[in-house]
């Protein structure tokens, strides 16, 4: 310690009492202790008597709240991913994960050891937004594996602070279903101490473009993933020095969906020390010195990507490839079974996750990836395999639990006045014709799209067209050779479906367009509108256009669970039908069934008992539990099939059923009108 006194002795340091500041109770009296003593500009060391000594308060530590280092990604259609960093964190530092999740915006995480969850955003609408974080985390490039139910795009953000962080306060905002510019997410307290980092993290769906944004006023962008505008993620953050109530105002560049997270992370351990961002070396200041390699590494940079092609089945009937490109990659093609599924630009260095559908339980398929530079040169070819496992549980149907299409037939429902007319007109009396549509040709063929897929303006020449149609289409996706020429993609990361009538692909232009084009959700009521309104289709009814549908897995698995779709020659013109929205009825007759009829098997009639092969009591089943709804003018009595065309396999050859079937065994006679509702 250094005092300083009016006069030295040779032998020591006498006489000194301090005048100035007053002395506290810690002051300290030194007698005969080794000491140095300042005069004058000079120093001289001796023993100290009879002088008091007033220690300086040492401050408590400050804590540093240094972003070491950050990443983001995106996956398409992932049940699971592992979120990792460029370099190696240092042990001790925390981890701070924002997820935006495309889905409905109510995916449920599975969270690896170590994680804990912030504060979750769902409302049913895309995005579903996700602030976890990690604290004192082991030295490390990635934190385990997340997984999702259901699958669904991903984008993250993952940033290293060094700090030991410990949760505060949160706040949370969202837009729901509308389209805004701005999002303001607040903290629903003030902060408790005096020195926290606040992080904002900010989702966006929906939106026109991509987001070019950038870090609300105040804060500092630590990373974005904003590719792709299903789901988009920016996460920034600020250290503050007072106590407050702090939020995050986060423009958005094009209007969109959105929700925000805001919360704020306090150190208790009083500042750690903070390793330096990462690429900087920057060393650590004396006295403390600089970690060794054999303990902390010197954070490392990214890794070269991989290669290599991972698959991985997602249930009986998907499969999930992951695939880092390496970098110069432009564009990508899959094939399955020698068959190309999908041709689409994509960047060198980014991880694809592509999941595709339409397969068949417990069976193998091989897959092969090919990618091209920008000068359409193949520079790389991949392959690998998977094997489906067996089906588990009823296999799913669209739309939503209250769609029409999903409701069971209520016990002695009300029979409609004319009902025996219409069925002795309109159905006996073609009943010899009766079949299931599910041929090339007349079936309604369904095809994924996924997140990379191309998205295509579908181009309008009959109705409708002064609405403007976009949707993401794979390679693979092809209409029907029939007349109608129909073509249904489902998008499973936005929910919705694209239904296309006369539908025509162009392959010198690369482009799509149909006679008629519509675009809604998968998950909602089934029809292009809402009960009591009107509006036109991709079929005649105004339905979605794979409403009712039979699908070989539906028999294989002894049950369908949902209405059919059925066309007949004898339709009603003039009327409709709840929940038809439109009609193309031909017979002004009150015997012909008008277009929105819900038609039903007599439940008393006993199938199980008939000499029919399996299939045929499927459906005969389905008819007596949920009935079917009149959707279309045809040439004959007829449910619609799901084709094998889109498939590139014979689904409907395994499990024995024709190519169409016949259905003129079924007891037409018995059926019955349920209680028609003009609409």
């Known amino acids: 310690m250094a005092l300083a006194i009016p006069s030295v002795l040779l032998a020591g340091v006498v006489g000194y009492a301090a005048t100035s500041p007053a002395l506290t109770s810690n002051a300290s009296l030194l007698n005969g202790a080794p000491c140095t003593v300042t005069l004058s500009g000079a120093s001289y060391s001796g023993t100290c008597s009879g002088a008091f000594v007033q220690p300086t308060a040492t401050p408590s530590p400050t804590p540093t709240f240094t972003i070491a280092q950050s990443n983001q990604q995106l996956f398409t259609m992932a049940a699971s991913f592992t979120p990792s960093l460029p370099g190696a964190s240092h042990a001790g530092s925390s981890l701070v994960l924002l997820v935006s999740a ?18 979750d955003v769902t409302d049913g ?13 082991p030295a490390a490039t990635s934190f385990g594996v997340f997984t999702q139910s259901p699958a669904a795009n991903v984008a993250y953000t993952i940033a290293e602070v060094g700090a030991n962080l410990s949760l505060d306060r949160t706040g949370t905002a969202t837009s729901g279903a509308t389209a805004v510019g701005s999002l303001t997410a607040r903290l629903s307290a003030p902060t408790s101490a005096p020195a926290e980092i606040v992080f904002a993290g900010f989702g966006a769906s929906q939106g026109a473009t991509p987001q070019s944004w950038g870090a609300p006023g105040g804060f500092s962008l630590v990373n974005k993933q904003d590719s792709n505008t299903v789901s988009e993620a920016i996460l920034s953050a600020q250290v503050v020095s007072a106590a407050g109530s702090y939020g995050a105002s986060q423009a958005l560049t094009t209007p969109a969906w959105a929700k925000g997270i805001v919360a704020s992370f306090t150190d208790p351990s009083g500042g750690a020390p903070a390793p330096s961002p990462t690429p900087n070396a920057t060393p650590t200041p004396t006295p403390t010195p600089s970690p060794s390699p054999s303990v902390t590494p010197t954070p490392a940079p990214a890794p070269s990507p991989v290669a290599g092609l991972s698959i991985q089945p997602l249930n009986s009937y998907s499969a999930q490839l992951l695939w880092t490109a390496p970098l110069g990659v432009a564009r990508v093609q899959i094939l399955r079974n020698g068959r190309l599924l999908d041709d689409f630009t994509f960047a060198g260095g980014a991880t694809l996750a592509y999941t595709d559908y339409l397969l068949w339980q417990s069976t193998a398929y091989s897959y092969e990836l090919k990618s091209f530079d920008a000068g359409a040169t193949l520079v790389g070819d991949v392959s690998g395999s998977v094997t489906t496992p067996t089906q588990s549980g009823s296999f799913p149907v669209l739309y939503g639990p209250a769609s029409f299409w999903n409701q069971p037939i209520a016990a002695n429902p009300a029979i409609d006045g004319n009902s025996a007319a219409m069925v002795s007109t309109a159905l006996t009396a073609y009943a010899s014709g009766a079949n299931m549509a599910n041929s090339d040709a007349w079936g309604k063929p369904l095809a994924y799209a996924n997140v990379v897929s191309r998205l295509y303006a579908v181009g309008c020449t009959l109705y409708d067209c002064a609405i403007s149609v976009a949707g993401r289409i794979p390679r693979y996706a092809t209409p029907v050779t029939g007349s109608d020429h129909h073509l249904i993609v489902i998008d499973p ?3 919705t479906e694209l239904d296309q009538w006369e539908s025509s692909y162009n392959a010198l232009a690369d482009a799509w367009s149909a006679g008629s084009r519509y675009i809604g959700p998968t998950n909602a009521w089934g029809a292009n509108c809402g009960p009591g309104q009107h509006c036109n289709g991709a079929v005649a009814a105004g339905f979605a256009a794979f409403g009712g549908v039979v699908r070989p897995e539906e028999i294989a698995q002894g049950h369908i669970d949902h209405a059919l779709f059925m066309a007949m020659p004898y339709t009603r013109s003039g009327f409709l039908a709840c929940p038809a929205t439109h009609t193309d ?9 008008p277009e929105g009829a819900h038609l039903q098997l007599d439940p008393a009639f006993n199938v199980d008992a008939q000499p029919w092969p399996q299939y045929e009591k499927v459906i005969a089943h389905a008819l007596q539990t949920y009935g079917a709804y009149v959707g279309d003018s045809g040439g004959t009595l007829s449910f619609a099939g799901e084709p094998n065309l889109d498939r590139g396999y014979d689904a409907w050859g395994l499990i024995g059923v024709p190519n169409p079937p016949n259905f003129s065994s079924l007891p037409w006679g018995q059926f019955r009108v349920l209680q028609l509702q003009a609409c």
């Open 102 to 119: 495309a889905g409905d915006g109510n995916s449920s995480f599975g969270l690896p050891a170590g994680w804990l969850r912030v504060a």
């Open 125 to 137: 609408n895309p995005v579903g937004l996700h602030l976890f974080y990690y604290p004192n985390a």
């Open 493 to 495: 990361t936005t929910n």
């Open 585 to 593: 009825g031909i017979y002004n007759d009150p015997a012909a069934i």
